[in-house]
């Protein structure tokens, strides 16, 4: 049965039973709770859903929470490139997927799938990384190291220093790895402490990452490029003839509008490469300090257009701060 809204200045009066009584709190409840939600929804600019490498706890949606709280869902799915794929695809407004790391470099997954799909960038959310050594203990029972490479890889030395000869075994995801730890003690796991408190699992070290200062960029991904603000980056994705002189020729497009590049970055065009590394296509992703709405940087994207054989403004996006 359809229940009545309630009115504005509807109370308990001492009449009312208590059936009538509780029906008129379950008006209010479903009333307060409907204002919260399109509260939610005006916090977030209208943002409902925003895809993430899960399962939860993972840095991606540790990430996805310090960046959009609780304004909006956040969507678990099993690869970086499932993450475009839902936000391409529509079912996800935005997403939220890892660019750089200041130990490691690029994650290779996130800029193959910018050659492979139509999105854009329209945020940046440099985040602090702790790692954890997670297992059911002690440490003298592992038998193997599981974590996302990239993880593995910014806390290598430690491993090396701490867990000699110990196999590490490459994972979807650090949380994912998590859960494995829980399933098997011979098994540890290199993630997060809120994954390790998720799943029951024993800190055996915190903070094991090789540098103190880790940050990953994480980039927010959308259906289109942010709006000007002031203090904005540009990145943009292209592919440059093999020819002698042909990056130098492009970057000076840089140079003649005074555009401070941030991040260059060159990588194959997937299944380009031959088997014995000769030729093959390089994609070459910049990114810049302007908007791309900026009189300077439109013209230097005109002028390298013209010498490019691709070229794709991925989008604008305001600086972040560091997070976490
Ligand atoms: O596996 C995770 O927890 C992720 O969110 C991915 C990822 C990455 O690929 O860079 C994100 C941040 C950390 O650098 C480690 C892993």
Known sequence: MAK?????????????????????????????????????AQLAGGVRRVAYLGPEDSFSHLTALERFGEAADLVPVATIHAVFEEVAGGSCELGVVPLENSTHGRVTDT???????AVAICGEAPMRIHHCLLGQGPRSAIGRVVSKPQALAQCSHWLAEH????????YGSTSDAARLASEDPSVAAIASKQAGHRHGLEVL?????????????FAVIGPKAAAPTGDDKTALMFELAHEPGALADGMAVFKKEQLNLTWIESFPIPGSRTADLSGGRYLFFVELVGHQDDAGVGRAVASLGEKCLQLRVLGSYARGKVLG
């Open 205 to 217: 070290a915190p903070n094991i990452e090789d540098q103190k200062d880790n940050v990953t960029r």
């Open 163 to 170: 867990l000699p000869g110990v196999e590490t075994v490459p």
């Open 111 to 117: 800029l193959e799938a910018f050659a492979g799909t």
């Open 4 to 40: 009545k809204a309630p009115s504005k200045t509807e109370s308990p009066t001492p009449e009312m039973g208590a059936r009538e009584r509780l029906d008129l709190l379950d008006r209010q409840i479903a009333d307060a709770l409907a204002q919260r939600q399109a509260l939610v």
